[in-house]
Each structure stands twice: as C-alpha cells, then as structure tokens.
C-alpha cells in the first residue's frame, strides 16, 4: 500500500485526537447554534427570526445554520449526533466555529439537483486532471515509488530542481476528494448544498498574508489548529491572543511534520515543514504592527505602500517555501 495512505491516516488521528482534548476542556458541552445547552433547542425568541443567530463570517448574505436531520429517537439521535461532531470539520453548525470565514457558494444552491449535478461535473474533471498529474509525477525518479521521495530530483541544477519541486507541490487531489465527500453526504444525507461551501476562496488572489491564511486558505483544520496551541493562550490576558497566534502556527508546523513519520520520512521538530509554518506567526504580527504604525504617523498613503511592501514580502516568503 502506498504510504501516502498512511500518512493521511496519521492526518485523520491527530485532527481526532485534537478534537477528543476539546471536548474534554470543554465541561459546558460542544452547542449547536440552535441549543443553550446540549440536546436543548433554543426558543426562536432568543434568535429573534426563528433560525440559528449568524455568528460565521461568509461571503453570503445568509448562512442558514438551522439544519438538523436528527430523529426523535433517543438511541438513534445519539449516534447521528456524536457522528457529526465527530466528522465535521470547519463546524460552521456549532457555536465553536465563531469567527469563521465561508467562501460564497459557486454553484447553485438549488434546487439540490443543480448542485449535484455542478458537482458531479467538477468531481469528474478534477479526476481526471488528477489521473493525468498522477502520471507526470511517477515519471520524476523515486516520487512516484510506494516509498516515496523527495521532490528535490538529485543532479539538476537550483533553478530547475527548485521549478520541478513547485510543479509537483501543486499536482494534488485536494478538490477531487472534496467534491467527492460533498456529493455522498448531499446526496446519501439529505444535507443541506449550503454546509459545502468552495473549500478554497482563489489563494492565488490573497492581498496578504492575513488575507491568505484566514479567509484564501481552506479552514478546514482552522480548530485542530486553535486546540493545539491553546495551552500558549492560557499565559496572562496582555500576552494571551498573540500567544494563540505563535502557539496555532506552531501546532500547524508540529502536525503536518508528525503525520510525515507515519510514511516513515520524518525529519525532527525543528526540520523545514515545522520552520515555516511557525515564522507565519511573527509575519503576521510584524507586518501588521508595522502598517499600523505607519498608517499613525505618515498618513495613508504611505501607509498603503508599506502594507504592499509587506505583502508582497509576505507572500513571496510563502509561495518560496
């Protein structure tokens, strides 16, 4: 069995284990944004329209978050709840997920059967686009063997092996596995088109790296994150949220490099995977203290310059990675 298996099983235990600590840190209960309290509704007074209060930032006027298939049966209704915090990801049902940001929907909402089908069509295309990327990786020496390999080819010069290793880092099945999730669970499920919003919001179109990280890039490991580096946030108040900021990117870096060691490649906690996801942090601090700044004491327009110098450092340094 190809090990990128494994390490996308070693991917789904740390975003489990993540979840187990939040639950256990958690005494008053994981709530829906229909509940005051675990399996207890919340009376349609409380939210003024009779639907869920928006609390998720999205790029859609109205998110409905109202969903719930849950049976009356007790036994039943237990297993389809604890089946669903257990699955979900970004969690923009539950009030946890407060502050997330929700690419507007490209495909129509309904009738459900347009959405399927615009689905369907996007799953077929990107599988075959993957089937090809496949193809072209396994013709670079020792990446495409059950052992894997570096994308680094040995015996090019800089400038190509560099190129190469970008090309390749590119070539992944990321949207396909997604379309295909969103159509078992719209159609098998009867959820609701509006809980699949795009995975990604146009990366490439991030102005930046604020913009990159909260609102471009998928937030589907945004609270695995949050949950690892929680435990730096508990330090006094004054030093608390930038705390959180160092600790979630440093639990980024720890994750993606722990997963490696289940395909048996793993490097040490301060190997390149860990660096560059930790030095997110004093980016984004830095950057944004330094515009801000100098919004205060130059004026605007010196202020905008300085933002896309920063910027553009920014994302360079990312895209370099």
């Known amino acids: 069995m190809l090990k990128v298996y494994n390490f996308g099983l070693a991917l789904c235990s740390m975003c489990m284990l993540s979840k187990v600590i939040f639950w256990a840190l958690t005494p008053e209960g994981i709530l829906k944004r229909n509940e005051t309290a675990p399996s207890i509704p919340r009376p349609p007074e409380m939210n003024g329209n009779g639907h869920a209060p928006p609390a998720v930032h999205s790029g859609v006027d109205e998110v409905e978050l109202s969903f719930d298939l849950r049976p009356k049966t007790t036994l039943w209704k237990g297993i389809v709840d604890a089946m ?35 689905t369907a ?65 719209v159609l098998l499920l009867n959820v609701p088109p509006s809980y699949y919003p795009p995975v990604m919001d146009r990366p490439f179109g991030a102005e930046s790296l604020h913009d990159f990280w909260a609102k471009r890039w998928h937030q589907l490991l945004r609270q695995t994150f949050i949950v690892l580096g929680r435990g730096l946030s508990r330090q006094r108040k004054s030093i608390g949220d930038l705390a959180l900021l160092f600790g979630t990117f440093l639990g980024s870096g720890i994750y993606h490099e722990t997963s490696i060691y289940a395909m048996g490649k793993g490097n040490s906690m301060f190997s390149p995977t860990v660096i560059f996801f930790a030095a997110q942090a004093p980016l984004l601090s830095t950057g944004e203290v330094m515009e801000k700044c100098n919004r205060e004491e130059s004026g605007r327009l010196a202020g905008n310059c300085l933002g896309l110098w920063m910027n553009g450092t920014d994302m360079a340094w990312v895209v370099e990675w």
Do not use: C
Not at 144 to 172: C, K, N, R, W
């Open 121 to 185: 069509k996007s799953f077929a295309v990107n599988f075959l686009v993957l089937d090809i990327l496949e193809a072209l990786i396994k013709l670079s020496p020792g990446v495409g063997d059950v052992d894997g390999g570096s994308i680094y080819i040995e015996g090019l010069t800089p400038i190509p092996q560099y190129m190469l290793a970008t090309v390749l880092h590119f070539m992944t099945g990321f949207q396909m596995v997604f379309d295909l999730l969103t159509l078992l669970v």
């Open 84 to 118: 669903e915090l257990m699955w979900t990801l970004r969690g923009q049902d539950f009030t946890y997920s407060d502050g997330l940001f929700l690419p507007a929907p490209k495909r129509p909402q309904a009738p459900r059967s347009a959405f399927l089908k615009a």
